[in-house]
C-alpha cells in the first residue's frame, strides 16, 4: 500500500497549499482560483499580497490553457502517448516564511521552445520601467490572439511580482519538450 | 434606447450602463477565459450610445478588484469607444477607483490614461 503518511509529511514540510497533476480545462481553473481564495482569506493578512496572488495565479492558470495545445478533439491514449500527455500539467503552489510560490509545468512543441524562451529572457532582462513601457506598447498596438494572453500574461507576472520569472526546458523527444515555470510573490 | 444590466459572477463585472442618467458603471472582477465573448455587448451597446446619448454628461466608472491580461484589451476597446465620443464633442469622462493602497490598480488606471485623450481621473477609495 502507498504510504500516505510519508507523502502527507512531504507536502506538509513542504507547505504545499495545493497540487493537482492532469488535464487542465476551464472549470478546473475556475475550482482551483476559487480554493485558493478561501485558502489565502485564512492564511494572508495583507489584502495586498491576497490580490498579487490571485492575480498572479489567474495568469499562470491561463498560460498554462493557452500553451496547452487544444487544436485536436479529445486526446487519445492509444494514438501516441504523447499526443495525451501533452494535454497534461502540473501546479503547485506553496508558501514559506518569504513568499508565495506558484510553479507550472507543461508540454509544448519543440518549435516554440526558442521562442518561448526568447520571451522570457527579454522580460527577465528589463527594468520595471521598460516593462511597464513594453506593457503599455503592447496593449495598444497588437492584436490579441484568439486564445486571449496576447503575451502580456508573463509581463503582468513579472510586474506583479516584481521578480524574476524562473524556467527551464527539458527536451522530451522530436516532438515535445517539458516546459517548468516557477514564480515567487514575495510577502508584504 | 435600453439600459445594458449584466449581473457580475466570480469572473464577470456587474455591468450597469444607463442611458438616462449617463453614468456607465463596470464593477467587480474581469477574468474571463474569453473576455472578447463578454465584452462585445458591451462594445455594441457604446456604438449605439454615440448616437443617442441625451445626457448632459456621461460618466464611465470602473471599479475593478481583479482583472486578467486578457480583459485588459478589451478595456481598452471600451476606453477608446469614449475616448472617441469625447473626440464627436460629447461631455464625457472616465472615474477610475482602486482600493486603498493597491498600487498595482493605480498603475493601471495610470496606464490606460497615458493611452487617452479624454478626461481620465484616478481615485483612490477609503476602506470601509
Known amino acids: ?188 | 434606447m435600453d439600459n445594458l444590466i449584466i449581473e457580475g459572477s466570480n469572473h464577470t463585472p456587474d455591468v450597469n450602463f444607463n442611458a438616462d442618467t449617463g453614468t456607465l458603471a463596470l464593477k467587480g472582477r474581469s477574468t474571463p477565459e474569453n473576455s472578447i465573448e463578454f465584452y462585445r455587448p458591451l462594445l455594441e451597446w457604446l456604438d449605439q450610445y454615440g448616437s443617442n446619448s441625451k445626457t448632459e454628461k456621461t460618466t464611465l466608472k470602473i471599479q475593478l478588484e481583479y482583472f486578467n491580461t486578457s480583459s485588459s484589451k478589451c478595456i481598452l476597446d471600451i476606453f477608446k469607444k469614449v475616448n472617441a465620443l469625447f473626440k464627436d464633442g460629447l461631455n464625457v469622462s472616465i472615474n477610475w477607483y482602486y482600493e486603498e493602497e493597491d498600487e498595482d490598480m493605480q498603475e493601471a488606471g495610470e496606464d490606460y490614461s497615458d493611452l487617452l485623450d479624454v478626461p481620465f481621473e484616478i481615485i483612490e477609495l477609503e476602506e470601509e
Open chain 1, 1 to 188: 500500500m502507498i504510504d500516505l503518511y510519508a507523502l502527507y509529511q512531504r507536502m506538509h514540510d513542504n507547505n504545499i497549499m495545493l497540487t493537482f497533476k492532469g488535464e487542465v480545462t476551464f472549470d478546473l481553473i475556475d475550482s482551483i482560483l476559487k480554493i485558493m481564495e478561501g485558502r489565502l482569506e485564512q492564511l494572508e493578512d495583507s489584502r495586498k499580497t491576497k490580490k498579487k496572488v490571485y492575480n498572479v495565479l489567474v495568469e499562470c492558470l491561463q498560460n498554462l490553457c493557452h500553451h496547452i495545445d487544444f487544436s485536436d478533439s479529445q486526446p487519445d491514449p492509444n494514438k501516441d502517448e504523447h499526443d495525451y500527455l501533452r494535454k497534461s500539467a502540473i501546479l503547485i503552489i506553496f508558501s514559506d516564511d518569504d513568499a508565495y510560490h506558484v510553479a507550472t509545468g507543461n508540454y509544448i512543441t519543440g518549435e516554440n521552445v526558442n521562442g518561448l524562451k526568447g520571451w522570457l529572457d527579454e522580460i527577465n532582462s528589463t527594468t520595471k520601467d521598460e516593462l511597464r513601457a513594453l506593457y503599455k506598447r503592447i496593449l495598444d498596438n497588437e492584436k490579441f490572439s484568439e486564445k486571449g494572453g496576447g503575451g502580456l500574461g508573463f509581463i503582468d507576472i513579472a510586474r506583479k511580482s516584481g521578480q524574476k520569472l524562473n524556467y527551464k526546458f527539458k527536451e522530451i523527444n522530436d516532438k515535445y519538450s517539458f516546459f517548468s515555470f516557477q514564480i515567487n510573490i514575495p510577502k508584504a
